[in-house]
């Protein structure tokens, strides 16, 4: 007995649509999926080698920053470093300040962009979504981070630098303290600007934090939702 021409025909559309939803059907391979795991796990281990030897790497300058400031406690101790330089009007322990602490200043400097490294590691940023707020906070810390050393680099030299050349400089002396206050003013004008640039962004995740969202987002969802439910009956209509 033959069956009805019009229920082999619902049976043969039916085969097909069958066969090309199988055929759409995303198929993952576990190749693939044992190569994203050991994409995962590589840059996982690249990101610990990194940070390992940042972190070595600024612990052994700050190290060698504080032995070279033991040191000069203990040349400032030794009998007859008190005593003018033959034909200078400095002392050798004003000459062993001012070579310590240009050794000082320039370990800081070399350390100051492994410390923002630092920094932005610790608080789990990424260059390349910088434009996120939590990212720009993180990237404005790192920043902040570094010309805070570089402040601090330029402190040391003042202070080190100043009893061999405040008597070489004579009445001249304002000459010294004009030009490091021109030299720290740049790494406070980037400070300000960087903690400026913070506020906007660290405003408004406290306030997220605290609502549990944002705004835009909500009225994202609102406008997804909508399309959706345009396209919704937009399909009821064409049916």
Sequence with gaps: MRGDPATSADRV?????????????????????????????????????LDHETIR??????????????VLALVTLLP??????????????AVATAVVSVAVSGILLYAAPKFALLTRTALGGSVTDADDGPDRI??????????????????????????AAMPLLGDAAWVYDAGFLFVALVPVVFLVTRLTLTVDPLAELVADRVTGGSVDDDSDDDSEESVGGDDDSDSDTGS
Excluded: C, H
């Excluded at 790497?57 to 033991?70: F, N, P």
């Excluded at 990237?139 to 100043?162: K, Q, T």
């Design 80 to 93: 007859g470093v008190d005593r003018l330089v033959p034909l200078a009007p400095v002392t050798f322990a």
């Design 138 to 163: 993180v990237e404005n810390a790192a920043g902040m981070v570094y010309w805070l050393v570089v402040f601090a680099a330029v402190l040391v030299a003042y202070r080190g630098l100043g009893a």
């Design 57 to 70: 790497s600024a612990s052994k300058l700050l190290i060698a920053a504080i032995a070279l400031i033991g």
């Design 13 to 49: 559309k039916s085969v097909k649509i069958d066969e090309n939803r199988t055929e759409r059907r995303p198929v993952t391979s576990p190749v693939a999926a044992t190569g994203r795991a050991q994409m995962s796990s590589n840059d996982s281990a690249v990101r610990s080698a």
